[in-house]
């Protein structure tokens, strides 16, 4: 065998090599870890009146908003009650966003982002959600979830 065959081999092997790790990270990435997870399905609690999910949440919405030309959702809101709050980044329940038009689940926060430490009554904070398919559109409306708290007819802008 040549010097220029075993080149060639020994970039095809290689080349095998890293499709077949790519393989394995991406199946580790996006299944957390255990390659035969399966899906798990989460009961979402009741929906509740507006007053009801600020006591129950700790928190105003302030707005849900279409931003980044289409990709992402910003959720503001007010924190009325500091301890109740905490339960937003619960990880039982994260916070997410159900479109009640076409029932897209966006729940993965932009770029892994949550607020760490004490929220503080009176203060406005942000969640940002990735977006996925532009599918959440100004004027549509949302269902809101914050930790054990559950939400609907939220108008996005």
Do not use: W
């Not at 065959?5 to 092997?13: E, F, H, T």
């Not at 729940?107 to 503080?120: A, W």
């Amino acid at each position: 065998m040549g010097g220029g065959a075993r080149v060639r081999m020994l970039g095809a092997a290689t080349g095998a090599a890293l499709v077949l790790v790519a393989g394995a990270s991406y199946e580790l990435f996006h299944r957390g870890g255990d390659a035969g997870a399966r899906p798990v399905t989460v009961r979402a609690p009741k929906l509740m009146s507006k007053a009801a999910f600020q006591h129950a949440s700790g928190v105003r919405i302030v707005r849900v908003a279409v931003s980044g030309d289409g990709g992402l959702v910003d959720l503001r809101f007010r924190v009325l009650d500091p301890q109740a709050a905490a339960g937003i980044h619960d990880v039982a329940t994260p916070p997410q966003l159900v479109d009640e038009q076409t029932n897209v689940l966006v729940n993965e926060l932009f770029m892994g982002h949550s607020h760490h430490g004490r929220l503080k009554a009176a203060q406005t904070y942000y969640l940002i959600f990735d977006n996925p398919g532009n599918l959440v559109h100004r004027g549509s409306q949302v269902t809101v979830q914050l930790g054990a708290a559950r939400v609907a007819h939220v108008p996005v802008r």
